[in-house]
């Protein structure tokens, strides 16, 4: 594929999940988040877009650069214990929903579990790690979920594996709140409260998440950048 045609893609990916940026509430379907480095995997990957139902902007950042340049109102929102993740788990708690949680190493899952059911008092009805031997282990996966109607499937492999299972799991006929959520659980085995006071307050959680992940570096000083040319180009190309 030329380099034109790589943008013609990622600008036509882009196009159709913009349309989908909200404000969050608690809504069923497929709900993930966008960061520079999720956009830019949504951009190369083919049929993921079209089927996630509500889209959330992740990072002051790319907030500021959704206000400015696209003339949008939205606050940054994550599947983090900053963020949402206290008010989808009060949901599940509230509503006595059942819930299944995917991602991460199983060492990792089961330490994310048990706190996950101390901190919210529920239990959670199904957890599995987010590693599949085949094809046919996934859409038995897929399969089980959705005989068992659990109602809030939280899933976590990275962009765009999570978001490509929700999708499949919807389209298999589960009509249930679906939440990708990235490393959350992965931060969530490793401390409890992941990010200290003083890196949340001032917005800067990125640095901490360098400190504790040094091979994000990449990601926030090479692939961020990236980010940055490829959208502001796509602003200039729309207008």
């Known amino acids: 594929m030329s380099q034109k045609e790589q943008a013609e893609k990622r600008n036509g990916n882009w196009k159709v999940a913009f349309t989908k940026v909200q404000d969050f509430t608690i809504q069923r379907g497929v709900n993930s988040f966008i960061n520079p480095f999720s956009l830019l995997k949504l951009g190369e990957t083919n049929n993921v877009v079209n089927g996630i139902d509500h889209l959330y902007v992740d990072g002051i950042s790319l907030v500021k650069f959704f206000n400015f340049f696209l003339k949008k109102s939205v606050s940054r929102y994550s599947f983090d ?115 200290p006071k003083f890196f949340d307050k001032l917005n800067i959680r990125w640095i901490y998440r360098i400190y504790d992940e040094p091979k994000l570096f990449h990601r926030y000083f090479v692939l961020y950048p990236l980010f940055a040319f490829y959208f502001l180009i796509y602003c200039i190309k729309s207008n």
């Open 81 to 195: 214990d900053s963020s949402i993740a206290p008010v989808v788990f009060k949901f599940v708690k509230d509503n006595n929903l059942r819930i299944a949680v995917l991602g991460t190493t199983q060492e990792n899952l089961e330490k994310s579990v048990g706190i996950l059911e101390k901190r919210y008092d529920f239990k959670v009805s199904y957890s599995r790690n987010g590693f599949f031997a085949g094809e046919s282990q996934r859409k038995e996966i897929i399969q089980l979920i959705n005989q068992n109607e659990y109602d809030v499937v939280v899933c976590g492999m990275g962009t765009p594996l999570q978001e490509k299972f929700l999708i499949e799991l919807k389209e298999a006929g589960w009509k249930g709140y679906g939440y990708t959520c990235g490393g959350y659980l992965h931060q969530l085995a490793t401390k409890e409260k992941y990010y």
